[in-house]
Nanobody, 119 residues
Framework: QVQLVESGGGLVQAGGSLRLSCTASRSIFSFNSMGWYRQVPGKERELVAV???????SYADSVKGRFTISRDNAENTVYLQMNSLKPEDTAVYYC?????????????WGQGTQVTVSS
């Protein structure tokens, strides 16, 4: 069973920065992609950023230019650097990993970490 352990959430003022970390229990090369999602109460979970096995990353329009996803293969860790944070970035952030076996995608999730941005 894959485990994803997140850290780095917290309370920050608008304009500040946070870095989230997600460490996997096995090599991140085993995943087709890893990413970060976020969710606020009453809304669906939304994709924030994803990095694919080949290294290509993509972002939600709302975070482009402010957030950066990266990975450390040796540490089996994916990061989300969040700069210029806004109150609307407040959410629970979840790490996601997708593995593909025989044309079937398997999704794994972390436990979530709270990010709160005060105005």
């Amino acid at each position: 069973q894959v485990q994803l352990v997140e850290s780095g959430g917290g309370l920050v003022q608008a304009g500040g920065s946070l870095r989230l970390s997600c460490t996997a229990s096995r090599s991140i090369f085993s995943f087709n992609s890893m990413g970060w999602y976020r969710q606020v109460p009453g809304k669906e979970r939304e994709l924030v950023a994803v990095i694919r096995r080949g290294g290509i990353s993509s972002y939600a329009d709302s975070v482009k230019g402010r957030f950066t996803i990266s990975r450390d293969n040796a540490e089996n860790t994916v990061y989300l650097q969040m700069n210029s944070l806004k109150p609307e970035d407040t959410a629970v952030y979840y790490c996601n990993a997708v593995a593909r076996y025989v044309a079937t995608d398997y999704n794994y999730w972390g436990q979530g970490t709270q990010v709160t941005v005060s105005s």
